[in-house]
């Protein structure tokens, strides 16, 4: 179905319930419906046509959402480009994407102004209040009758284009259809019936999967949503508060600085009941501190997935945060902690090995999934990823225990091979931060003569801490097999990370050049 | 069986799935059989 009706439906059910809220704007979903439908006749007006590029480059706002919405409604593909990007990345984006609107948030302008001579002829317009020169989004709005026609979509028809963080490559973008969304969202939440159905703090930003399908979800099993225009602690635990808020999603930087601020032991946090985290590999140590920190009513989610899988493929729930029981079980438990949960209702996942056997538990391997909701393709590249009989390759390593809880491994792609060993950098960098000391590593593999490749460690000790590097050697000692131990640790103040921080090996390799 | 609100019916038959918008008295019949109630299992809500 088209994913307009995640608010035409609810909307025509309860009109009046408050559902989304941003800054002094708070709007009922009769009135979401409605700016909706004067932002679908503005797209119409400036000649878009069902299957055209609506590009937007803007933090996370009201007018952001209602704009997919209107999107959706007027059949457009939507592009939620990421706003950290480079300029050049930004180019190639617009370009393949053959964008024929770009709508450019107040803190974009002078970005957009700078690579628009580089663009295919796409048209600009100002989310915000504008420069005076271009048109504004707000007051086209204002001006337009409501337009209540909604396009009758294919399935199939790509609804977001979204690409990839891509530490590793140029982005790829993700074609994720009607059809994804409408699978992911009516199968993991149930449809609005008027009742209160709590308050979720989005503070991922909607070019993110994680924030594109929050807007999906929430709203269409009503659940208000406060937007905020991006991550800021003080913020963030302010609204907590002042809104009730019981549901979150977190990336695990913004969890560290959550439980390192001020402000956070005097946070009401009573409403709070569910709290996921995920984008990036969660340190143990920050949901260990996390769960000690936070009251008993908040519950822990960990969520793993790709935007190619639409989000989530596998959840670590809260019963599994719940560090209790007998002393083998809180063993147990802890140790679980580690994992990525277990699949979904609507998804298969197997570990498999180079020739494609599927692996018995304790064995690292690819992990590899199936779901009706795998991304339509690339745009304008192959995906190598496919598999037989639907199942897809993550790229990402990983190994089950007895009962089917996963655990991540690593990328496939970072996989260091020393002297013929496999090994996944993950499960040396688990060691190396257990270690009192330590804060963050990561590994990466140093080319070698002899073994082809060996294992460089990167550090960052906890503020205050000291350790050589002969100490952390001798710990690994005991802890990992000779072959896993790192030949070579560099101390740095702190690790290179994209935006949802995840961390960026390429810059850590690019640095170790530097360096020889 | 009245249909529910929010709820989504399938036909075990045809594979047609539909969402009931305004409930009802009445009951969904598809390829000559009553549709059959589809739950959603909720999500420990990631998102």
Redesign the interface.
Known sequence: ?NTVNFIS?PG??APEQEIVVFGQNRLTYGELNDLVARLTGVFRQQGLKPRDVLAILDTNSHLYIASYYAAAKAGLTFLPLNYRAKDPELEYMINTANARLLLAGDRYLDLVKRIHPKLNGVKCMAVGEGDGALARLADLAAKADPDETETEIEEEDVSVLMYTSGTTSLPKGVMLSFHDFTAYV????????GTERGV?LVCAPFYHI?GT??MM??LWTGRKMIVMPQFEPANWLELVQREKVT?A?VVPTMMKQLLDHPAFASTDFSSLT?L?Y?GAPMPVAVIRRAIEAFPKNV?F?N?Y?QTETT??LT?L??DDHRIEGTPEQVELKLKRLNSIGKP??DVEVRVRDEDGQFLAAGQVGEIIIRTPRIMKGYAGRKDDAALADGWRATGDLGWLDEEGYIFFAGRKDDMIIRGGENIAPAEIETVLMSHPAVEEAAVIGEPSVEWGQTIKAFVVLREGRKAGAKEIQEFCKTRLASFKRPENIEFIAELPKNALGKILRKELHARQKADA | MANV????YMCEKCGTEV?C??AGSGALECCEGEMKLKE????????
Not at chain 1, 186 to 193: K, R, S
């Open positions: 179905m439906i025509s059910i009516t199968a993991n939440v149930e449809m609005a019936d979720f994680a399908t929050a979800t929430n549901h999603f569910n996921a995920g519950g989610v969520a997935g989000s989530s959840v729930g809260p979904l209702p | 609100l929010g709820k989504r969402l918008n305004k959603a299992k909720p999500l420990p809500s990631s998102d």
